[in-house]
């Protein structure tokens, strides 16, 4: 082998020995590269992963809890039911049990107009125009459904037309409430006789056939007397929340 053979040989070796030098090296960070890139490529579709699961797991969970809380509702009705019987049984030793009123659940559309936030347009199906409704909230008389051009339309308790009948305190004072355009509703016609005291509960009386008997409106704040009769101001249970959905009493039995 002549020099040449050997130089050749020596420079190949080389060559050979640098480039698997220079791969190992520049392999060494390009690998650190990729698993970097590669650990937040995976840890990001983990993330996102989990996230679409506890969304959808969420929503599955709100869902089910919707179905329930109506469920309840409509249960509290029908307890009121048996208790108002329960009272009446007890009193008159002869009542038979009533079967549990019909509600529905009807969804609040809009504002009858801007300014006034007693007055709401309802969805509601089989819609009786000849017919008044008594409206609840959460278990609490929220007002009533009267017709308005053959449309059904919720006049909540703040409203000067939205008024039922209502029995006040434990003497079951009878009375009248309405609504002021303000936060606080009257009760009015009280007869004087029948003693009422500030801090007395206002239930509905169930005699005008809009609500089951029972229901809780308010608490009397206030007591004044003219004219023969007793007027208490309330303070409701329900004022001014306007939520999306409402129950409407459809049948009282």
Do not use: C
Request: hydrophobic share 40%.
């Amino acid at each position: 082998m002549n020099k040449q053979s050997l130089t050749i040989a020596a420079l190949l070796s080389i060559l050979v020995g640098s480039a698997l030098y220079f791969t190992n090296f520049l392999q060494s960070p390009i690998l650190r590269i990729t698993h970097t890139i590669k650990s937040s490529y995976l840890d990001g579709v983990e993330t996102i992963q989990h996230t679409i699961d506890e969304h959808f797991s969420q929503q599955a969970t709100i869902l089910e809890l919707r179905k329930k809380n109506r469920y309840y509702e409509q249960e509290l009705l029908n307890l009121h039911q048996v208790a108002d019987e329960y009272q009446k049984l007890l009193q008159e030793h002869n009542s038979s049990f009533k079967t549990t009123p019909d509600t529905s659940l009807v969804r609040a559309l809009s504002y009858v107009r801007f300014g006034d936030p007693h007055r709401i347009w309802i969805e509601m199906e089989k819609f009786n125009p000849k017919r008044v409704y008594g409206l609840l909230y959460r278990g609490y008389a929220a007002g009533i459904v009267v017709s308005k051009n053959g449309r059904p339309l919720a006049l909540l308790n703040g409203d000067v037309k939205s008024s039922y009948a209502v029995n006040v305190g434990t003497s079951l004072a009878p009375g009248i409430v309405r609504g002021n355009n303000a936060r606080r509703l009257i009760v009015e016609f009280i007869p004087t006789w029948i003693p009422i005291s500030v801090g007395d509960e206002v239930l509905t009386s169930g005699l005008d056939r809009i609500f089951m008997a029972g229901l809780k409106v308010g608490k009397v704040i206030s007591i004044t007397r003219a004219s023969g009769y007793q007027s208490a101001v309330i303070e409701p249970y329900f004022y001014g929340k306007n939520p999306a959905y409402f129950h409407v009493i459809t049948q009282v039995r």
